[in-house]
């Protein structure tokens, strides 16, 4: 595998931004008996994974020190849980000198339910949901991204993407305790008339170059052109509408969740270019940026 613990930074970045609300849902929970379960959906096998549950341990331990907690990483088989548990056993995790604290994995499809109805308090999922439920298979030439199709093609991956995320909701209305929360971070998009289909969708720098390099592949014979045109990379940056829409429209969906805040933001750190403060170092850039596509791209390519 890519070494993703190192190739992660800007995941790193996203959750940590996140920590001061996590703390703050932790706290608004109160005491949750039998115990405190918090789940991390599409963790990882980094850091990333163990800032996602450090905040809500520390406040949570902060009221209640000697209460019973649970810690769940969800994700697919293929991730790397050895190195995931070596972390989160290790000096930087949160097993170390700790006690009542349970460590488990959930391993499947975070489309499908994970855990235990009604057992879970808290549940992250970060710069995941936006991957769809399987490898999609669309006859689009000319782009490798979503938010450049056109016709046909976008219209039968918005209807995959639509689909999912009302699966991911149901399955989470099922998993979360009364009164637990659900926070979701990822990568979005927001209304640009200026770009195609009138969406300015996140990492489109990145989606571009990486059409512009593999149509270069398959110029110079290393890659079949009908190979390079069925392929569409399976995920669909959500607008702040299509987030909204099943928790407004679907009845089980409404009354499973109140919705306390769905927004698209910048980035927290260089929103316009994640890489800026490597700029002036052109080897050190480009290290960075292979190292940080290939941990997100290279199971799909």
């Known amino acids: ?65 000697h209460d019973p907690i649970a810690v769940c990483h969800a994700d ?25 604290i349970r460590s488990e994995a959930a391993i499947g499809s975070f489309y499908e339910q994970m855990v235990a109805e009604g057992s879970v308090a808290l549940g992250t999922c970060f ?6 439920s399987h490898a999609v298979r669309l006859h689009a030439p000319g782009t490798v991204w979503f938010a450049d199709l056109r016709g046909r093609a976008r219209s039968e991956l918005a209807t995959i993407a639509r689909r999912d995320w009302a699966t991911f909701l149901r399955c989470r209305a099922l998993e979360l305790r009364p009164g637990g929360y659900l926070l979701v971070s990822t990568l979005g998009a927001v ?3 200026s ?6 969708a996140s990492g489109r720098g990145i989606y571009r ?46 009354e499973a969740f109140a919705i306390e805040d769905i927004r698209v933001e910048p980035a927290p750190v260089n929103p316009s270019n994640i890489f800026a403060g490597s700029i002036a170092d052109p080897i050190e850039y480009a290290r960075l940026y292979v190292g940080y596509v290939r941990a997100f791209a290279d199971a799909t390519l």
């Open 1 to 65: 595998m890519v070494d993703y613990d190192r190739n992660s930074p800007v995941q790193q970045q996203l959750i940590r931004h996140h920590a001061g609300l996590i703390r703050s849902l932790t706290e608004r929970l109160g005491r949750v008996r039998p115990e405190f379960k918090v789940v991390d959906y599409g963790c990882g096998p980094g850091t990333s994974a163990i800032d996602a549950v450090r905040p809500a341990i520390g406040a949570y331990r902060a009221r209640f020190p």
């Open 76 to 100: 697919q088989p293929g991730n790397d849980w050895n190195a995931l548990f070596r972390i989160a056993a290790g000096p930087s995790g949160y097993l170390e000198g700790t006690e009542g």
């Open 127 to 132: 710069a995941a949901s936006h991957w769809l």
């Open 191 to 193: 209304v640009d008339d």
């Open 195 to 200: 770009e195609i289909n009138g969406v300015a």
């Open 209 to 254: 170059a990486l059409q512009v390099v593999a149509q270069e592949m398959a110029t110079d014979g290393l890659l079949r052109q009908e190979v390079l045109d069925d392929f569409v990379f399976g995920l669909w940056f959500m607008t702040e509408t299509e987030a909204r829409e099943p928790l407004e429209t679907d009845r089980t969906l409404a």
